[in-house]
Every structure is written in structure tokens, then in C-alpha cells.
């Protein structure tokens, strides 16, 4: 069998397209719960139980998380969406405390609204709105968001793991 080699990081981004369903009216709920919600936390301690074997020192585990789930800029008609990723900071912290003793972190990141990934092809009164939230009226791009995780990864201090990092290029709600 093919054998990983050591892991400097591991970065968790992928997520179910997002239900737009009211969670009062869904009549799935089981079924949501476990696709939206179990399944991808699911995912994320299977790839903690990847890195505890295949990290290296100071390898880290990522966690992308969503500014979707903050009161002022969330999305909650997607409530599974925004619940899931809302509990990425207290699941980081959990890990954190089990990656300690091997000298690995745990970090989770929370850009804010970019117009790439679920919000390609956003209409222009959307990047008007979401610029009009930062003070240089820029929006951040899918290149400054992965610089950012590089320089989490190439770190050489642990004092971060059970983080949240909001990127929010300081926005207003």
C-alpha cells in the first residue's frame, strides 16, 4: 500500500452546497443533519486522526470556517451551512488540547465574503454592498487567503493552535 509521507499541514475547506431550507419547515432533517452537519465533522476528525499519525512536528491541522455563521454577516437561510461552520472554533479548541502533547496545532480561519468559490459570479449590487463593509473598500482574494494559510503552516510556533483567525479586512457587520 502507498504510504504518506510526513504531513506539514492538512487544510479542510470542502463543505456540502449550502440548503437554503428553513430548519422549522424541513422535512429531511435527519438526513440534512447528518449530510450538512455529521458528515464534514466527520471529516475533520478523520483527517485529525491522519495528521496525529502523518504530521510532522509542528504540522497543523486547518480548518476553514465562515463568517456565514456570524451574527451581522451570516447567511442563515442556509441555517445547516452556518451551524456546522460555527462550531469549527470550538472543535479546534477541543483538538488543540489532544494535539498539544505532539507538538501540533489546530487553527481554524474564517475569511470574510469573497467574490470566488460559493459566491463566484456575484452580482454587482453584492460586491458593492460587501465592499461598502471595509473601511479600503477592497474585497480579499482566494491568492491572499491561501498566502495567509501559508504563513500559518510555515509558523514555526505552536502559541496559535485552538485559534480562530477572523480575516475579516476589518469589516463592520
Known amino acids: 500500500s502507498h504510504q504518506l509521507p510526513k504531513l506539514k499541514a492538512i487544510i479542510h475547506c470542502a463543505w456540502p452546497t449550502p440548503l437554503q431550507i428553513k430548519l422549522s419547515e424541513d422535512s429531511q432533517t435527519k438526513t440534512n443533519l447528518e449530510n450538512q452537519l455529521s458528515q464534514p465533522m466527520l471529516d475533520v476528525i478523520a483527517l485529525s486522526k491522519i495528521l496525529r499519525i502523518k504530521g510532522s512536528e509542528n504540522s497543523k491541522l ?5 463568517s456565514y455563521s456570524f451574527a451581522g454577516r451570516h447567511n442563515w437561510n442556509t441555517p445547516y451551512y452556518s451551524l456546522a461552520k460555527g462550531l469549527l472554533p470550538t472543535l479546534s479548541k477541543i483538538l488543540t488540547f489532544e494535539f498539544a502533547e505532539l507538538n501540533k496545532s489546530v487553527i481554524t480561519v474564517i475569511p470574510d465574503w469573497i ?16 465592499k461598502s463593509r471595509y473601511p479600503r473598500r477592497e474585497l480579499a482574494s482566494m491568492h491572499e487567503i491561501a498566502s495567509f ?25
Request: zero cysteines.
Open 115 to 130: 467574490p470566488e468559490g460559493m459566491n463566484q459570479n456575484p452580482s454587482k449590487f453584492s460586491i458593492a454592498v460587501n
Open 62 to 66: 486547518i480548518l476553514l470556517g465562515s
Open 149 to 173: 494559510i501559508n504563513w500559518i503552516i510555515e509558523a514555526p510556533s505552536n502559541l496559535i493552535s485552538g485559534t480562530s483567525i477572523e480575516l475579516s479586512n476589518s469589516a463592520s457587520p
